[in-house]
């Protein structure tokens, strides 16, 4: 298994700022995953972050908006960039782990980002 | 695409019954995996159950078993002796087997169970 936390745990920001949120795993992981759930919904991807090499981001979501950063194994952070109010979600990080012949991904706790 | 739906955006239950949770999923692969997660409004996802889609037997956790059916591609959740901890946003998850950035999960929309005393 993985404890994963992430920090802030919650925000209020004004439009226009940045916001960067931190996700530390206690144990190395190749595979990180960043997902925004809006209010009321579900869990949409944002980019997958592997170590050492650039952040591959989903349709409909762009480096300059979300960047992300992987220094290490166990550390990454997203950044919410120039934020509008369309920016207020739940921010989660997750971790890939080798589970005997399976994979399995945890989740962090989650960033409530409000923009006002 | 992989797609994930979950027809039931609200679910209840009296505490020590037995509810089911539905969810349908559409893929044109043969091996993949499938997950049920439970978000409490602690907001903290937790795996409930994970079925790999080459296993015929349906994967039981405790309470928690599913039934899967690959050629109806259909994977409900059963949850017996319902305990008022159960209340929680209930997720549906698709997963291809192979990893990569193609390992990240696909949810459906969610379940919101409420569990009456």
């Known amino acids: 298994s993985a404890v994963i936390s992430q920090k802030p745990s919650r925000d209020i920001c004004q439009r226009g700022t940045s916001l960067t949120i931190q996700c530390q795993v206690d144990s190395q992981v190749t595979m990180m995953f960043w997902y925004r759930q809006q209010p009321g919904q579900s869990l949409t991807l944002i980019a997958t972050?592997?170590?050492?090499?650039?952040?591959?981001?989903e349709s409909g979501f762009v480096i300059d908006k979300f960047p992300i950063s992987r220094p290490n194994l166990t550390f990454s952070t997203l950044t919410v960039s120039n934020m509008s109010p369309e920016d207020s979600s739940i921010y989660l990080c997750?971790?890939?782990?080798?589970?005997?012949?399976?994979?399995?991904?945890?989740f962090g706790p989650g960033t409530r980002l409000t923009v006002l | 695409a992989q797609t994930v739906t979950q027809s039931q955006p609200e679910m209840s239950v009296q505490e020590a019954e037995t509810v089911t949770l539905s969810c349908t999923y559409d893929t044109s692969e043969s091996d993949y995996y499938l997950f049920w997660y439970k978000q409490p409004p602690s907001r903290q996802m937790i795996l409930v159950i994970r079925?790999?889609?080459?296993?015929?037997q349906n994967a039981t956790e405790n309470r928690f078993s599913v039934n899967f059916q690959k050629a109806a591609k259909s994977f409900s959740l059963k949850i017996s002796d319902s305990q008022l901890g159960d209340a929680a946003m209930y997720f549906c998850a698709y997963r291809t087997r192979y990893g990569g950035s193609q390992g990240n999960l696909i949810f459906g929309k969610g379940t919101k169970l409420s569990v009456k005393p």
């Open positions: 972050a592997n170590q050492g090499s650039e952040a591959t981001y």
């Open positions: 997750s971790v890939e782990v080798f589970s005997g012949r399976t994979n399995e991904q945890f």
């Open positions: 079925q790999e889609a080459y296993k015929q």
